[in-house]
């Protein structure tokens, strides 16, 4: 059975037009000399994977509206693989991690370059500023895809309101999760613990991840109210269930299907819904456990392991469970209640919603 990810050959031409613009930027680079390729190498090994379900979401928002597909279409949808990649290469910077989908962080893998050419100064403050260099031109080439799509002016404008408020807002949650994590946490109640982790998900990943994708190409398409709002609605509960499975696999993930090594997010010591409902639900020793060793980043197996089982014990992972069911069953609701979306696309999007939420990766 052919994924809703693939309908349209989706994929493929995503990844074609990947590789079409780094080919294209490379030669505005070129006169820079030789030592651009390294940034560029990076971008191009992070951009050469990925589920594409941001492009598919923006792809599928413009189908919704009745709009056919287009090369103009997949060009604009191409636009949310580099903003993401922009998105995971500065979070990775953030977050101090090792690796991406597999291989080593965009910091990591600069800091390495570095180190083997035996240059001067500091490895991890060399890729640091490479890195962070290299997703602000992820970043700058997203408002070229979009600017040169070849979609109708009237209808970019339509759908630029949307990219806008994406890219301010990603931005300020990314702050917001950065702040979460230097705030004390453990003497709040517990249900504003939930709910700051909860605020960080809605801004840090649910919006750009789904809702935002989404409407930019509904809105691009001319979908009007109120089924923008239907299809607000589904996003935003699909991305949080989204970031929940995220959150899981973080913790209990296989690193073969991650990317990451097990147990990644204890050794961040990320404060995620799970990690909330943890605290809530465990006992004096699981609490102390956990401030002994959450955000430890020489975490043993062993010390995951016993961190998992604390995690488990408590319930927090049935609660995140449940929570997923319930937000992939209110977005599919919220799709049936938009009466004017293209049926073919109304298909792809509640096949989209398993796609999110039943993943291992």
């Known amino acids: 059975m052919t994924s809703p990810l ?28 030789p030592d651009i390729g390294d940034l560029l190498d990076r971008i ?38 580099f903003f993401q990649a922009a998105a995971l290469i500065h979070d990775d910077v953030m977050d101090d991690s090792d690796t991406r989908r597999g291989m080593p962080a965009a910091h990591r893998a600069l800091a390495a370059v570095h180190s083997e050419r035996g240059w001067g100064g500091d490895d991890a403050r060399f890729g640091t500023a490479g890195a962070i260099l290299a997703g602000n031109l992820c970043l700058t080439w997203t408002d070229e895809l979009v600017a040169t799509s070849g979609l109708a002016t009237e209808d970019l404008a339509r759908g630029r309101v949307v990219f806008d408020r994406m890219r301010t807002q990603l931005m300020a949650g990314q702050f917001l999760d950065v702040v979460d994590s230097v705030r004390p946490w453990d003497d709040l109640p517990a249900a504003e613990r939930v709910e700051r982790a909860q605020r960080v998900i809605r801004y840090k990943s649910a919006k750009y991840t789904v809702e935002h994708p989404l409407l930019i190409g509904a809105a691009a398409g001319g979908l009007a109210e109120p089924d923008l709002a239907h299809l607000s609605t589904y996003g935003l509960d699909l991305g949080h269930a989204f970031q929940l499975r995220d959150d899981l696999l973080g913790v209990f993930g296989d690193p073969e299907a991650t990317g990451k090594p097990a147990g990644d997010d204890l050794r961040e010591g990320k404060r995620t819904v799970l990690i909330a409902h943890t605290l809530t639900g465990t006992d004096d020793r699981g609490r102390d456990l956990l401030a002994t060793h959450l955000g430890n980043p020489d975490l043993s197996p062993a010390d995951v392991d016993t961190l998992r089982s604390v ?18 069953t209110h977005a599919r609701a919220s799709l049936a209640a938009a009466t004017t979306v293209a049926p073919d696309a109304a298909v792809i999007l509640d096949q989209l919603v398993e796609i999110s939420t039943a993943r291992t990766a």
């Open 6 to 33: 693939d309908v349209a050959d989706l994929r493929t031409r995503v990844q074609t037009c990947i590789d079409d613009e780094l080919r294209h930027q490379a030669g505005v680079l070129e006169e820079l000399g």
């Open 311 to 328: 995690i488990t014990d408590s319930g927090a992972v049935d609660a995140v469970e449940q929570e997923i069911t319930d937000l992939a």
């Open 44 to 81: 191009r090994a992070l951009l050469a994977g990925g589920k594409r379900l941001r492009a598919a979401f923006l792809y599928w928002g413009h189908r919704a509206a009745g709009r056919p597909d287009s090369d103009a279409l997949v060009r604009l949808a191409t636009a949310m693989e």
